[in-house]
Protein backbone atom coordinates (compact mmCIF):
# COMPACT_ATOMS: atom_id res chain seq x y z
CA UNK A 1 0.00 0.00 0.00
CA UNK A 2 1.32 3.43 -0.90
CA UNK A 3 2.23 5.79 2.23
CA UNK A 4 1.28 8.91 0.43
CA UNK A 5 -2.73 9.62 0.63
CA UNK A 6 -3.88 11.86 -1.66
CA UNK A 7 -6.36 14.70 -1.47
CA UNK A 8 -9.14 16.42 -3.70
CA UNK A 9 -8.50 19.76 -4.21
CA UNK A 10 -12.23 20.50 -5.11
CA UNK A 11 -14.23 18.98 -1.90
CA UNK A 12 -11.09 18.15 0.41
CA UNK A 13 -11.72 14.40 0.60
CA UNK A 14 -8.54 12.37 1.64
CA UNK A 15 -7.58 8.84 0.75
CA UNK A 16 -5.59 6.56 1.67
CA UNK A 17 -4.26 4.09 -0.56
CA UNK A 18 -4.67 7.22 -2.78
CA UNK A 19 -6.85 7.85 -5.28
CA UNK A 20 -6.61 9.84 -8.54
CA UNK A 21 -10.66 9.98 -8.96
CA UNK A 22 -12.74 11.24 -5.92
CA UNK A 23 -15.37 9.32 -5.48
CA UNK A 24 -17.41 12.36 -3.38
CA UNK A 25 -17.67 15.30 -6.42
CA UNK A 26 -16.18 12.67 -9.21
CA UNK A 27 -13.03 14.96 -9.69
CA UNK A 28 -10.68 12.81 -11.56
CA UNK A 29 -7.37 14.56 -10.50
CA UNK A 30 -6.70 14.67 -7.04
CA UNK A 31 -3.31 15.36 -5.60
CA UNK A 32 -1.11 13.33 -3.63
CA UNK A 33 -0.50 14.89 0.20
CA UNK A 34 1.44 14.45 3.66
CA UNK A 35 -0.08 11.88 6.13
CA UNK A 36 -1.26 13.89 9.10
CA UNK A 37 0.47 12.09 12.14
CA UNK A 38 -2.37 11.68 14.53
CA UNK A 39 -6.14 9.98 14.35
CA UNK A 40 -8.50 7.75 15.84
CA UNK A 41 -9.22 4.35 15.79
CA UNK A 42 -12.35 3.12 14.51
CA UNK A 43 -12.38 -0.69 14.85
CA UNK A 44 -9.57 -3.58 15.34
CA UNK A 45 -9.53 -7.31 13.72
CA UNK A 46 -7.31 -10.18 14.10
CA UNK A 47 -5.24 -11.03 10.86
CA UNK A 48 -4.62 -15.00 11.40
CA UNK A 49 -3.95 -15.48 8.14
CA UNK A 50 -2.19 -13.49 5.36
CA UNK A 51 -0.18 -13.48 1.81
CA UNK A 52 3.18 -13.93 1.48
CA UNK A 53 3.15 -9.99 0.98
CA UNK A 54 2.59 -9.88 4.92
CA UNK A 55 5.97 -9.67 6.84
CA UNK A 56 4.49 -8.74 10.39
CA UNK A 57 4.21 -11.82 12.36
CA UNK A 58 0.78 -13.92 12.83
CA UNK A 59 -1.79 -13.20 14.49
CA UNK A 60 -1.35 -9.68 14.00
CA UNK A 61 -3.59 -7.24 15.55
CA UNK A 62 -5.06 -4.34 12.66
CA UNK A 63 -6.99 -1.52 12.85
CA UNK A 64 -8.95 0.96 10.94
CA UNK A 65 -8.27 4.69 11.69
CA UNK A 66 -9.47 7.98 10.47
CA UNK A 67 -6.83 10.79 9.96
CA UNK A 68 -7.59 14.21 12.50
CA UNK A 69 -9.69 16.53 10.91
CA UNK A 70 -12.18 13.84 9.22
CA UNK A 71 -9.29 12.59 6.99
CA UNK A 72 -8.78 9.31 5.43
CA UNK A 73 -9.61 5.66 6.99
CA UNK A 74 -7.18 3.22 6.13
CA UNK A 75 -6.18 -0.35 7.65
CA UNK A 76 -2.93 -0.53 9.27
CA UNK A 77 -0.95 -2.94 11.75
CA UNK A 78 -1.57 -1.80 15.12
CA UNK A 79 2.43 -1.85 16.80
CA UNK A 80 3.12 -4.94 19.52
CA UNK A 81 -0.38 -5.73 19.07
CA UNK A 82 -1.82 -3.29 22.02
CA UNK A 83 -5.28 -3.41 22.76
CA UNK A 84 -6.99 -0.20 21.92
CA UNK A 85 -10.90 0.93 21.89
CA UNK A 86 -12.92 2.41 19.19
CA UNK A 87 -12.74 6.24 19.68
CA UNK A 88 -8.79 6.24 21.38
CA UNK A 89 -6.54 8.50 20.10
CA UNK A 90 -3.94 6.52 17.98
CA UNK A 91 -0.56 8.03 16.11
CA UNK A 92 1.01 6.90 12.69
CA UNK A 93 4.58 6.30 12.20
CA UNK A 94 6.55 4.43 9.46
CA UNK A 95 7.84 1.05 10.66
CA UNK A 96 10.62 -0.87 8.56
CA UNK A 97 10.86 -5.11 8.33
CA UNK A 98 14.08 -6.96 6.51
CA UNK A 99 12.31 -9.18 4.08
CA UNK A 100 13.69 -12.61 4.46
CA UNK A 101 15.06 -13.05 0.84
CA UNK A 102 16.74 -9.44 1.35
CA UNK A 103 15.45 -6.27 1.44
CA UNK A 104 13.57 -3.65 3.37
CA UNK A 105 9.30 -3.34 3.54
CA UNK A 106 7.73 -0.05 4.97
CA UNK A 107 4.69 0.52 6.02
CA UNK A 108 2.29 2.67 8.39
CA UNK A 109 2.01 1.55 12.07
CA UNK A 110 -0.16 2.25 14.49
CA UNK A 111 0.14 3.18 17.95
CA UNK A 112 -1.66 4.79 20.97
CA UNK A 113 -0.96 8.46 21.14
CA UNK A 114 -0.08 8.36 24.35
CA UNK A 115 3.37 6.14 23.46
CA UNK A 116 3.62 8.10 20.15
CA UNK A 117 4.98 10.94 21.08
ZN1 LIG B 1 -13.78 15.57 -4.29
Not at 21 to 49: D, I, K, Q, W, Y
Request: some cysteine.
Amino acid sequence: MSMIPSECPKCGRRYLPARRFCVSCSLVETRPTALRPTGTLLNTSMLHRAGKDIVTPLPSLIAMVRESGDGATFWAPVEGNLPLAPGAPVGFHTRTWALPEGGEFEAIVVRPREIAQ
